[in-house]
């Protein structure tokens, strides 16, 4: 059987992909309704088989079976509406009104153009001979981008299309498939900001500081070392960490943000802030700085570990997307399109004597209009290519 994440991505895809005119969130309510005949909020073991029929999955009665046991969290032995959103990362809030998706469905019919769309990728490839050629654009309106579960990497393959706005004449090239995934995140920006009143951990006097940030015991963070400082103040030091949307998953994270004294030989602690669960979300929920007691071992000061660290803490909604592959272009050799000076592109191809192996593909991504980045250009092998790295762009967003 596939891993949750995987079985996730199958389940998101095989919804979105089968109509496109009501929300992924609101066939899984469809799904649950429509196999729950009694009316009492609950999936049955027995009755399980018609919603992954619902859910556009063919499998056997054993791994049917299995994936009851992944759907019922509380191994209860049924499956509650809460459970089996929660299972595909929505949540059941106030806003679920059914009275609500008529609006919703023409709100999100209206905003299909891809024109309009907030995420676009637009995929060009440089020939010898030729130069730039657009060869097709990909993406998703707003509405759709928030549709995708929350921390959960979806890979998604979209049929390049032309742009409305280019003359057809100049879009002959366009075609193929791009390949790339999403993932929506929630994501806290940790800023290391000073420290003050640390302990003297030299015998002169003086400590050599420096930070140590760790997500769930795992170092994300080092800052650089101040030298012979009790009171240092850090330049341009901050990370980025993603929460997890699972309030179980949230409760168990923890953070610690530790100062140590740099030694010739290993480091001395001198103190940490933890901050756990939903504070996580509490203390980045209001931009700006604050101080933290930094306490020792035993959660208390003592004469080694004191002094406060300012931090700025701030928690945002972001979207991740990664570039992989295009597949299926256009052979250019094959292609009728004229060049700026009149010619044949075909012609042009032929004279260069280029192979179409040697071209270069390029993307770029766009949110709301604005370039976000841009990839490396790679290496096209016969129609296709594919970014190993230099294709990771991430942005901001508002539900």
Known sequence: MPSKRKLQSIIFLKLYNNDRSVTVKQRLYQAFDETDVSGDGLIQRDEFADVIDKLGLTVDDQKCGQIFNVFDADSSGTIDRNEFLNFMGY????????????????KMMKEQQIDDCALRLDVYRKLAGIGTVFVGQA?????????????????VEQSLREKPDLDVNTQRLVGGDLQYRV???????????????????????????????????????????????????????????ALPTSGKKLAKSVLKVEVYDKDMVGSEFLGRVTIKGEDLLKEGQT?????????????????KQKGTITLELSHTKQIRIVVAEVRKLVDPATSQIKDSTGGMWAEAVDEANTSTTLSKLSCNVLWKGQTIGKTAEVDATGQSGEWLDHATFMFPYEN
């Open 183 to 241: 993932t929506r995140m929630s994501v806290l920006k940790i800023k290391i900001v000073k420290a003050q009143g640390l302990a003297k951990a030299d015998l002169l006097g003086k400590s050599d500081p420096y930070v140590v940030v760790k997500m769930n015991n795992e170092e994300r963070h080092k800052t650089t070392v101040i030298k012979k400082c009790l009171n240092p103040v850090w330049d341009n030091e901050s990370l980025s960490v």
């Open 91 to 106: 949540s059941l809030t106030s806003d679920d009104i059914v009275e609500k998706r008529d609006k919703d469905v023409q």
């Open 287 to 303: 931009p700006g700085e604050k101080g933290y007691d930094l306490v020792g071992e035993e959660g208390t000061q003592t004469k």
């Open 139 to 155: 993406g998703y309106e707003r509405a759709r981008l928030l549709d995708f579960p929350e921390n959960i990497s979806t890979k």
